[in-house]
């Protein structure tokens, strides 16, 4: 049975950081495409970051919103996939989300995942 679990979400002000996790079970995560998605109330679930590793190679994808301050990476040791979140901004208030999928077209669209966490929630304060 396939599991993911997010941990890491707070409370923080502007400008600070977190990183949050998610760790996988019931398959190894470097087959798979892994994403974080976020939903604020009253909006709808957005593409934040994805990675795909290959032999020899990976592809990380990010929302324009988030370049240059936040960095998706795994281990694969640890089945584990991450989401380090720099120079926070209270529009990145959610809830963040993990999920995989064997394989996808896009990879920021939550419609291409079939996998999903319960989520974890990150407050930024102005």
């Known amino acids: 049975q396939v599991q993911l679990v997010e941990s890491g979400g707070d409370s923080v002000q502007a400008g600070g950081s977190l990183r949050l996790s998610c760790v996988v079970s019931?398959?190894?995560?470097?087959?798979?495409?892994m994403a974080w998605f976020r939903q604020a109330p009253g909006k709808e679930r957005e593409g934040v970051a994805a990675?795909?590793?290959?032999?020899?190679?990976?592809?990380?994808y990010y929302a324009d919103s988030v370049k240059g301050r936040f960095t998706i990476s795994q281990d694969n040791a640890k089945n584990t996939l991450y989401l380090q979140m720099d120079s926070l901004k209270p529009e990145d208030t959610a809830m963040y989300y993990c999920?995989?999928?064997?394989?996808?077209?896009?990879?920021?669209?939550?419609?291409?995942?079939?996998?999903w966490g319960r989520g974890t929630q990150v407050t930024v304060s102005s």
């Open positions: 019931g398959y190894s995560l470097s087959n798979y495409y």
């Open positions: 999920a995989a999928n064997g394989w996808v077209i896009q990879a920021l669209s939550p419609n291409a995942y079939g996998h």
């Open positions: 990675i795909k590793y290959y032999t020899g190679d990976r592809r990380t």
